[in-house]
């Protein structure tokens, strides 16, 4: 199976929808962080880390230098795959997934948000006397 950046950050995402800290999962709790301050703990940085060199790990040396080749630091890199040391590459891939997961935490509050001002517009309109039919697209 071909290694896919993307992939392994859901995976991590996966674990830590998983892992407890406190009475949240540390998702919930890196979620509520970026809508509390737009920052992240470093303490969280290094579990999302962790969880990536594991997903990495069972994976062979070829196919680790493969996906490294579609990391930002290889489309910036002069370096072949074959080159680079192996744990550079794993270096650079993580650092990856630790971006992809952080949008994807960053993202997944701001579509919260954005469908939760939606509505409060949409019941805002409905105060007013507009209508709207979920149900039925009336062109």
């Not at 540390?26 to 579990?47: A, C, F, Y």
């Not at 209508?131 to 039925?136: A, L, P, T, V």
């Amino acid at each position: 199976m071909k290694l896919n950046i993307n992939k392994l950050a859901d995976e991590v995402i996966a674990s830590l929808k998983e892992e407890k800290s406190g009475s949240k999962t540390v998702w919930d709790e890196l979620t509520s962080q970026v809508s509390q301050d737009g920052t992240w703990d470093q303490e969280l940085i290094d579990k999302i880390e962790k969880y990536a060199h594991l997903k990495l790990k069972p994976h062979k040396e070829n196919d680790v230098r493969a996906l490294w080749e579609s990391t930002e630091a290889a489309m910036d890199s002069f370096e072949d795959s074959d080159e680079i040391e192996i744990e550079k590459a794993k270096a650079d891939i993580v650092e990856d997934i630790v971006n992809k997961v952080l949008d994807k935490a960053d993202t997944s509050y701001e579509d919260e948000e954005y469908y939760n001002e939606f509505d409060e517009d949409e019941d805002e309109m409905e105060d007013f006397g507009f209508k709207f039919d979920d149900e039925k697209d009336d062109f």
